[in-house]
């Protein structure tokens, strides 16, 4: 059954939304951009709970709903948008599906204010049982078997992107993830708890001894105890928050 919101189709899987919107600030006066758009489920979501300033951003305007306040904009290119003027960009299953990442990244730091938010949701390759799968099949959960090369299409999930090449990818274009959450875990997840202990022991080995960088010793701690967080093992899809440094 397809998912919904008052009829608007939802083009992500259960509780995303949801999660997303309750990492939002409670303000309902800040401007928040709500890229890609789709059909306009979230844009609706957000201004049934009173926020004023919505803006829907996408290629195409796919906006099932009455709004007025929608810009045509590509993810892989410059945003029509100036200069430290949006508190929030919502970037709602995305990100998988273009190829020049880090320019986006750096694009929605542009326009995000000194301190405003960058949520980005994806479908969680660092999952354990995404990551059993991988090895198994070569293909993660979300992008189980290969692309039609011979038809490429917007859908297409072409860059999934693991935890730590999330983190990289905002750490490294002035932002500071604050938030890390999922949309669900799945009681079948809980079946690969047995390979946490060795998961951990054997990324902990592996970055010790591959890093020789005190610094960076110390920022992979954090990344080995994200890594180890519920979220990351066991939900379904990735949710992060990040904020723009000053």
């Not at 919505?54 to 929608?70: A, K, M, P, R, T």
């Not at 960058?118 to 049982?129: D, E, G, K, Q, V």
């Not at 992008?143 to 990289?168: F, G, Q, T």
């Amino acid at each position: 059954m397809r998912r919904s919101y008052k009829g608007i189709p939802i083009n992500t899987s259960k509780n995303t939304h949801e999660v997303v919107f309750d990492l939002l600030p409670q303000d309902k006066q800040v401007t928040v951009l709500d890229v890609p758009s789709g059909a306009g489920a979230f844009t609706q979501r957000l201004k049934d709970h009173g926020y004023k300033n919505v803006v829907s951003v996408d290629v195409v305007n796919g906006l099932q709903i009455e709004h007025d306040q929608f810009i045509q904009g590509d993810m892989t290119e410059r945003l029509p948008f100036n200069d430290n003027t949006v508190d929030v960009v919502v970037c709602i299953d995305g990100i998988e599906h273009i190829s020049k990442q880090f320019d986006f990244a750096k694009e929605v730091n542009r326009i995000l204010k000194p301190g405003g938010y960058f949520i980005i949701s994806t479908p969680n390759i660092s999952a354990l049982h995404s990551r059993l799968r991988w090895l198994i099949t070569g293909h993660h959960n979300k992008c189980k078997s290969p692309l039609n090369e011979a038809a490429p299409d917007p859908s297409h999930h072409i860059a999934m992107i693991s935890y730590p090449e999330m983190r990289y990818l905002l750490h490294s274009n002035n932002y500071s993830i604050d938030k890390i959450e999922t949309n669900q875990v799945k009681p079948v997840s809980w079946l690969y708890l047995p390979l946490v202990p060795l998961s951990y022991l054997m990324t902990k080995m592996v970055y010790s001894k591959e890093e020789k960088d005190p610094h960076q010793k110390k920022r992979n701690r954090q990344v080995i105890s994200q890594m180890h967080s519920k979220p990351v093992l066991f939900g379904e899809t990735m949710i992060v928050r990040a904020r723009k440094l000053a």
